[in-house]
């Protein structure tokens, strides 16, 4: 079974700082999605950064980038630049490739804090 | 992006009765819609895969006779939290897939048995 391991269950970060959420994940696949999923105090799901496994160019989204090392299975985000609103819980995410029923497994979550 | 809609934003009933929770694509066929649980301060846990014309595939754990979910159509999904308890008191999130890379998740319910 496919598990996602966020190992920092709180993180603090100063606005204009740059901040690195990790994240790894075991699975024997060998095409799948990971995300990287903002939550803030509205819980609305935010999707942050999507990137396919086949592809070996790191996916960035403006302030935010990832640093994605398949073999070892490692898929942290980079923030730059934090700002006030970039203050959530962080989830890590794994889907496998294939097909739409395939579920989303979820890591257990960061939660940033940015400090003024 | 696609949009999916969920209602109602929050719900308060009493012991013993049931509420129903729905998501809806708006722009968009889903034939595959999620069903998710989450505690105060912890993960997204899934509780069941909602098909499209079949019967719901649930996690291990998760009591389908409580937890009815229907899927009828291409653009919903409900979910029904029958004889209802305090311990069912969660935030509910659902989310629809138009692709293997694309998942988007409607703004929950959150459910307050008293």
């Known amino acids: 079974a496919q598990t996602v391991t966020q190992s920092q269950p709180e993180m603090s970060v100063q606005e204009a700082e740059t901040v690195t959420l990790s994240c790894t994940y075991d699975?024997?696949?060998?095409?799948?999605?990971l995300f990287w999923y903002k939550q803030p105090p509205s819980r609305q799901m935010i999707l942050v950064i999507r990137q396919e496994a086949y592809k070996q160019q790191n996916a960035t989204e403006n302030r935010f980038s990832v640093n994605f090392q398949k073999a070892a299975k490692s898929f942290s985000l980079k923030i730059s630049d934090s700002q006030l609103g970039d203050a959530a819980m962080y989830f890590c995410a794994y889907r496998r490739s294939g097909g739409s029923n395939y579920k989303l497994t979820f890591g257990k979550g960061t939660l940033l804090t940015v400090n003024p | 992006g696609a949009v999916v809609s969920q209602h109602p934003s929050w719900v308060i009933c009493k012991s013993g009765t049931s509420v129903k929770i729905e998501c809806r694509s708006l722009d968009f066929q889903a034939t595959t819609m999620f069903w998710y649980r989450q505690f105060p301060k912890q993960s997204l846990m899934l509780m069941a895969t909602?098909?499209?014309?079949?019967?719901?595939?649930?996690e291990q754990g998760v009591e389908k006779d409580k937890f009815l979910i229907n899927h009828a159509s291409l653009t919903l999904s409900t979910l029904t939290v029958t004889s209802a308890h305090p311990e069912d008191s969660s935030f509910y999130i659902c989310?629809?897939?138009?692709?293997?890379?694309?998942?988007?998740f409607g703004s929950g319910t959150q459910l307050s048995v008293l």
């Open positions: 699975t024997s696949e060998s095409d799948y999605y």
């Open positions: 989310s629809a897939s138009t692709g293997p890379g694309k998942l988007f």
């Open positions: 909602s098909n499209e014309g079949s019967k719901a595939t649930y």
